[in-house]
């Protein structure tokens, strides 16, 4: 039998099933998952990333909830279904995703910058590593709260343009200029203009 046949015969016994049960069989195949997830292949990764994909389809929204916050923290996390729960539009479901997974990559966060809303911005800014390029998307779509949160990261790495539209923005906000001047990494040449925006 074929693992589309296998896929199909698992499709039809999640059409019966319960809530509650295709949560439980969501939870169990997670626990499977997490279980062995530093020794499994790159194939065996993409069986459960398949898998877990068609439950995630027929669960409800508490359940994708649970399952973001376990998968955040595992690197090997399928990325199919990483993709799946970061670019979410309900941000309860995407945002340990986005703050928390390394298996998130730079294009992933790039694309959900450029697209998604201020609740998955400021999720994004919380990230322990936060590239100059994706810095400058935050910056330039987000609100006043995403930058201070981006600004307030010291682990956030701005580009010189970046700073200069911050600088720019601090201007009107007080509390996000003295973040700027907490930072150790503010190019020399403009720290004369934040001087005049802390004024």
Avoid: W
């Amino acid at each position: 039998m074929g693992i589309q046949s296998l896929i199909a015969d698992f499709d039809a016994v999640l059409m019966t099933a319960s809530n509650a049960r295709r949560a439980t069989m969501l939870r169990q195949m997670t626990d499977l998952f997490l279980g062995g997830a530093s020794s499994y292949s790159d194939d065996q990764v993409a069986v459960f990333g398949l898998i877990i994909k068609i439950l995630i389809a027929k669960v409800e929204r508490q359940a994708l909830i649970e399952l973001s916050g376990r998968l955040a923290s595992t690197d090997t996390s399928p990325p199919d279904v990483v993709n799946r729960l970061s670019r979410d539009d309900d941000i309860a479901i995407a945002g340990s995703i986005l703050e928390r997974s390394n298996a998130l990559n730079e294009k992933d966060l790039l694309e959900i910058a450029e697209t998604k809303g201020q609740g998955h911005l400021l999720a994004i800014a919380c990230r322990k590593q936060i590239s100059e390029t994706v810095t400058d998307i935050l910056i330039s779509r987000g609100t006043p709260e995403v930058l201070r949160k981006t600004v307030g990261n010291e682990c956030a790495r701005f580009s010189e343009i970046g700073y200069v539209k911050l600088i720019g923005q601090a201007k009107n906000d007080r509390d996000l200029a003295e973040l700027i001047a907490n930072r150790e990494d503010i190019p020399t040449e403009l720290q004369p203009f934040l001087r005049l925006a802390l004024a």
